[in-house]
C-alpha cells in the first residue's frame, strides 16, 4: 500500500582537508561526501526508505491485529513509531522546502 521513494539529485558534501568547516564543493559539481559516509541525497534517501519501513511495518501490525495475531501494545508501539516517523519526515521536508524558497530569493 505504501510505495518506496525514487532517487534525489546529485547535491553532495566535500569534507574539508585543512580541518575547516566543510562545504560544497564547486570543482565537482557539488559532488563530495559527509565524512566519508556518502552523499546528502544518499542519507537522505536512507531516512526516507526507514520512515516508508516504519510506516509498513505499523500497517502490517494493525492488519495482523485484526486477524488477532497482534496485542493493542504491539500496534500502539508500532503506531506511534510511525507517527514520530512521519512527523521527523514532514518536518524535514518543511526545513528542505524553507531552505529552497530562501535559496530562491537571493540576489545574484
Same mark, same amino acid.
Given at each position: 500500500?505504501? &510505495?518506496?521513494?525514487? &532517487?534525489? #539529485?546529485?547535491?553532495?558534501?566535500?569534507?574539508?582537508?585543512? !580541518?575547516?568547516?566543510? #562545504?560544497?564543493?564547486?570543482?565537482?559539481?557539488?559532488?563530495?561526501?559527509?565524512?566519508? !559516509? &556518502?552523499?546528502?541525497?544518499?542519507?537522505?534517501?536512507?531516512?526516507?526508505?526507514?520512515?516508508? #519501513?516504519?510506516?509498513?511495518?505499523? %500497517? $502490517?501490525?494493525?492488519?495482523?491485529?485484526? +486477524? #488477532?495475531?497482534?496485542?493493542?501494545?504491539?500496534?500502539?508501539?508500532?503506531?506511534?513509531?510511525? $507517527?514520530?516517523?512521519?512527523?521527523?519526515?514532514?518536518?524535514?521536508?518543511? +526545513?528542505?522546502?524553507?531552505?529552497?524558497? %530562501?535559496?530562491?530569493?537571493?540576489?545574484?
Amino acid at each position: 500500500m505504501i &510505495g518506496g521513494i525514487s &532517487g534525489i #539529485g546529485p547535491l553532495q558534501f566535500k569534507p574539508a582537508l585543512d !580541518g575547516a568547516d566543510a #562545504g560544497v564543493s564547486p570543482a565537482q559539481g557539488g559532488a563530495a561526501s559527509i565524512g566519508g !559516509g &556518502g552523499s546528502f541525497a544518499d542519507l537522505l534517501n536512507q531516512a526516507a526508505s526507514r520512515t516508508v #519501513g516504519t510506516l509498513q511495518n505499523a %500497517e $502490517q501490525v494493525s492488519m495482523q491485529a485484526l +486477524k #488477532g495475531d497482534a496485542d493493542t501494545r504491539q500496534v500502539v508501539d508500532a503506531v506511534m513509531s510511525a $507517527q514520530q516517523a512521519l512527523q521527523t519526515a514532514v518536518a524535514i521536508r518543511d +526545513k528542505v522546502v524553507s531552505a529552497y524558497l %530562501e535559496i530562491s530569493r537571493m540576489g545574484i
